[in-house]
């Protein structure tokens, strides 16, 4: 089944305490995105990656980091997070830029 | 402020009804449209797109319609059921921006009555 694989799904942490939220997707697509959605912010964009090795910051990228080492994993990287960074997150891919997306399952995150 | 937006927060309609939901765009150098259905719990599901050439674009029970005039954007829905219950968002890209990514409106949540 072709599809983006987030983990974990929940997670709280502690301030401070480093973390990486997993996304993999299997569908040799090449672009790939990290979203945070927000009550009443909607759904705006951390960081995308255009191919391996490519990324780029997108709406929102404080705080957060991204690798691509490897065209199905697109990590994202919490070095020191803070409660403003509590949020739910979705990681998507699409095939062609300015394409639609196929969005993860979302991991909920809470920093206490 | 954002691009792309939604008129009503919440839209409640009877089962078997049809719904419209509507969308309001800024940017007129957008090029590519998609709505998407997001369910409690789940992350956003692609329904359908529109490229900027068409105005109107149908697939199964639902029809988008895009007008490049006033910049609005519109998912029609027929005969709704139970499982459309969901929130609908717009989203818009431009093809070649600087930026790859989508613009995401804030969303309608949709709600059908039995």
């Known amino acids: 089944e072709a599809q983006v694989t987030q983990n974990p799904r929940y997670l709280i942490t502690v301030t401070g305490k480093k973390l990486t939220v997993t996304c993999s997707q299997n569908?040799?697509?090449?672009?790939m995105s990290w979203y945070r959605q927000d009550p009443g912010l909607g759904l705006r964009q951390i960081y995308y990656?255009?191919?391996?090795?490519?990324?780029d910051k997108g709406d929102v990228p404080e705080g957060y980091k991204v690798s691509r080492k490897e065209k199905r994993n697109f990590p994202l990287i919490l070095e020191s997070p803070s409660p403003n960074q509590t949020s739910l997150y979705f990681c998507?891919?699409?095939?062609?830029?300015?394409?639609?997306?196929?969005f993860g399952s979302g991991t909920r995150l809470t920093v206490v | 402020g954002e691009s792309v937006g939604l008129h009503l927060p919440t839209l409640s309609v009877q089962e078997g009804d049809n719904s419209i939901i509507n969308c309001a765009y800024s940017?007129?150098?957008?090029?590519?449209f998609i709505w998407y259905k997001q369910e409690s719990g789940k992350g956003p599901q692609f329904i359908i797109d529109?490229?900027?050439?068409?105005d109107k674009r149908q697939g199964q029970r639902v029809t988008v319609l895009l007008n490049k005039t006033v910049k609005h954007l519109s998912l029609q829905i027929a005969a709704t059921q139970p499982g459309d219950s969901a929130v609908y968002f717009c989203?818009?890209?431009?093809?070649?921006?600087?930026?790859?990514?989508?613009?995401f409106g804030k969303g309608t949540h949709l709600i059908i009555q039995p």
């Open positions: 998507a891919s699409t095939p062609e830029r300015g394409g639609g997306y196929t």
């Open positions: 569908m040799n697509h090449e672009y």
């Open positions: 990656s255009m191919n391996v090795e490519v990324t």
């Open positions: 940017n007129s150098a957008s090029d590519y």
């Open positions: 529109i490229r900027s050439n068409m």
């Open positions: 989203a818009e890209n431009v093809s070649g921006g600087g930026a790859d990514g989508l613009t």
